[in-house]
C-alpha cells in the first residue's frame, strides 16, 4: 500500500512545474515587448493637434511643416520640439543662405540730436517671420549697429569692389616695410593687410553691440536657428549731417559790431545826401537809430519768427517797436530775398527718417539750414518730417532738383527722342522745341522740388521751401535722400501653400 502512495503525488508535482516555467517564460518577456510596443506606436501615430502646431510656431517662429515634424519627432512634448528646432536650425544655417530672402522690414535709427541717421533693409522669408517681434527687434538693432560703426561701407566682405582690392594689393607690394621682408612671404603679409582692411569696412565682421563676443555675422546665424529661416542685411545707407559741406564760422560779437557800424554807416550816408528825394530814407534810418529796441523785445521776435538776431532789431525798429508789424516786415523781407539766401551756406539741419505702416517702405532725408537755433525750432523740425513724407509719396522721384540730373543720360535721351517716328514727322523747325518739352517734362517728374506738395496741392514742394526761408530768415535746402522698398529688384519665390503642405505631409509620413 505505502509504495503507490508515494508514487502517485509524483507526476503531478513534475507536470505541475513545467506549465508555470513555462508561463513564466513569456510574463519575463512581456514587459520589454510591451515597453516597445507603445514607443513604437508613439513615433508612428503620435496625434499633433493643430493647437500644438500653432503654439509652437508662435514660440519659434519656424513654418509650420518643421513644426509638425519636430512635434512629432519628439512625441508631442513642446519644450522638446522647441530644442529640436534649435538644434536643426543651428545644424542647417548656412544651407539656409542659399535662399530666397525677399520679405522682411525696412529699418531706420536717428541718433539724439537729429545729427545722424541709417535707413537698412533685412531680409527674410515669408511676412510671419516678418511680422513677429524677434525679427522686429533684429532689424532696428541692426540699424543701431550701422549707426555706431563709424567706418563701414558695405555689409559683407565679399561686397567690397576687386578692382579696389587689386589696387590696394600693388600699393602695398611697393611699400619699404613689405621690400624689406623675405620675397617668399610678402603676399602673405600683404593679403593678411587686405584682409584687415575689407573686415574693418564689412558690417558682418564688427563686433555686435550687445554681445561683442560674437560678430553681427554670428549673431544673424543664432536668429537663423532659431526662426528657421534665412535672414540677410541687403543694404543700408548712413547719413552724417553736413558731411562734406563747408562750414561758416562765425564770431557772433564781431557779426554784431560789423552790422551795427553799417547800420551807423548807412544813416550817415543818408543825412549827408543833398538831393531832396532822399529826405524820407534819411528819416527812415534815423529813426532805425534813435528808436530803443529791448535785447527782450529781439529775443520776444527772434522766438516768434526764428529770424537773425540782428533782422529780427532792424525790424523792430523799422516798425517803431510794433511787435506784430515787426513779424509782417520780416516774412514780406524774407519772401523777396528768399533766392538771394540760395547763395550761402546751410551745413546745419537735421537728419529725418520715415518708415511707413508695415515696414515695407522706408526714407532717410538731409534738410539743411544755416544755424542750429534754427534746426532745433519746431517749425523746422516739422518742415523735416514733411519733406521725409514727400519722399515717400512720390514713387517716381530719384534727385532733388532737376539741376542734379546727369547732363549725359540726357543728351542720350535727347538723342533717341530725336529719332522717333512721331517726331521725324514734325517740320524740323520745330523738333528741337518738341524733344526739349517731353525732356523737361521728364526731369520735372523726378525731380522732388517739382512735386505736388502733399499737405496742399496747390502748391510745390520748392513753393513751401521758399515759404519756409521767407517765414524763418534762413536758407533751407534739401541735400538729399534715400528710399527703400523692401524687396525691390528681388525675384520673389511663388509658393502653392496647398501643394506645399501636401508635400510637406508626405514626408513626414515617409519619415
Known amino acids: 500500500a505505502p509504495p503507490p502512495v508515494v508514487e502517485a503525488p509524483a507526476p503531478v508535482v513534475v507536470e505541475a512545474a513545467a506549465p508555470a516555467a513555462a508561463a513564466a517564460a513569456p510574463a519575463a518577456a512581456a514587459p520589454a515587448k510591451a515597453a516597445k510596443a507603445p514607443a513604437a506606436a508613439a513615433g508612428a501615430a503620435v496625434a499633433i493637434s493643430a493647437k500644438q502646431v500653432k503654439e ?69 522669408e515669408t511676412d510671419f517671420v516678418a511680422k513677429g517681434e524677434r525679427f522686429r527687434t533684429l532689424a532696428s538693432d541692426m540699424a543701431m549697429q550701422i549707426a555706431a560703426c563709424p567706418d563701414i561701407e558695405y555689409v559683407s566682405p565679399d561686397d567690397v569692389d576687386p578692382a579696389v582690392v587689386e589696387k ?133 521776435l527772434r522766438d516768434k519768427t526764428a529770424a537773425g538776431m540782428m533782422d529780427c532789431k532792424q525790424a523792430l525798429g523799422e516798425c517803431d517797436g510794433d511787435f506784430e508789424e515787426a513779424v509782417i516786415w520780416l516774412r514780406k523781407k524774407g519772401m523777396a530775398s528768399a533766392d538771394k539766401k540760395a547763395s550761402r551756406v546751410a551745413a546745419e539741419g537735421m537728419v529725418a527718417m520715415y518708415i511707413h505702416a508695415g515696414s515695407r517702405l522706408g526714407v532717410l532725408v538731409e534738410v539743411n539750414c544755416e544755424t542750429d537755433f534754427v534746426a532745433r525750432g519746431d517749425k523746422f523740425k516739422e518742415l523735416v518730417q514733411n519733406i521725409a513724407l514727400q519722399v515717400a509719396a512720390c514713387p517716381e522721384v530719384k534727385y532733388v532738383s532737376p539741376a542734379d540730373v546727369d547732363p549725359e543720360m540726357l543728351e542720350k535721351e535727347r538723342a533717341v527722342q530725336m529719332k522717333m517716328e512721331d517726331i521725324l514727322a514734325k517740320p524740323e523747325a520745330i523738333r528741337a522745341k518738341i524733344v526739349q518739352g517731353r525732356l523737361d517734362k521728364m526731369v520735372n517728374e523726378k525731380a522732388l522740388l517739382m512735386q505736388d506738395y502733399v499737405r496742399d496741392n496747390d502748391k510745390t514742394v520748392d513753393t513751401i521751401l521758399k515759404e519756409a526761408i521767407a517765414e524763418i530768415g534762413e536758407k533751407i535746402s534739401i541735400r538729399r535722400f534715400t528710399k527703400f522698398n523692401l524687396g525691390e529688384g528681388l525675384t520673389k519665390k511663388v509658393d502653392d501653400f496647398a501643394a506645399e503642405v501636401a508635400a510637406a505631409t508626405g514626408q513626414v509620413k515617409s519619415a
Not at 80 to 93: D, F, N, V, Y
Not at 237 to 252: A, S, V
Open 56 to 124: 509652437l510656431r508662435d514660440a519659434s517662429g519656424a513654418g509650420m511643416m518643421t513644426c509638425k515634424q519636430a512635434l512629432t519627432e519628439c512625441n508631442g512634448d513642446v519644450e522638446e520640439a522647441t530644442i529640436w528646432l534649435r538644434k536643426k536650425g543651428m545644424a542647417s544655417a548656412d544651407k539656409k543662405a542659399s535662399r530666397i530672402a525677399t520679405d522682411g522690414a525696412i529699418a531706420a535709427y536717428i541718433h539724439s540730436g537729429s545729427r545722424l541717421g541709417v535707413v537698412c533693409e533685412v531680409n527674410c
Open 168 to 300: 590696394e594689393r600693388a600699393v602695398q607690394m611697393r611699400m619699404e616695410d613689405i621690400l624689406a621682408k623675405p620675397e617668399a612671404i610678402r603676399a602673405k603679409i600683404v593679403q593678411g593687410r587686405l584682409d584687415k582692411m575689407v573686415n574693418e569696412k564689412a558690417l558682418l565682421m564688427q563686433p555686435w553691440i550687445r554681445d561683442n563676443s560674437v560678430t553681427v555675422g554670428d549673431y544673424i546665424k543664432g536668429v537663423v536657428a532659431e526662426l528657421g529661416e534665412k535672414i540677410s542685411v541687403r543694404r543700408f545707407q548712413k547719413y552724417i549731417l553736413g558731411e562734406g559741406l563747408e562750414k561758416r564760422t562765425e564770431d557772433f560779437a564781431a557779426e554784431v559790431a560789423a552790422q551795427t557800424e553799417a547800420l551807423a554807416a548807412k544813416a550817415a550816408a543818408a543825412k549827408a545826401a543833398p538831393a531832396v528825394e532822399e529826405v524820407k530814407k534819411v528819416e527812415v534810418e534815423k529813426k532805425v537809430i534813435t528808436v530803443t529796441v529791448t535785447a527782450k523785445q529781439v529775443k520776444e
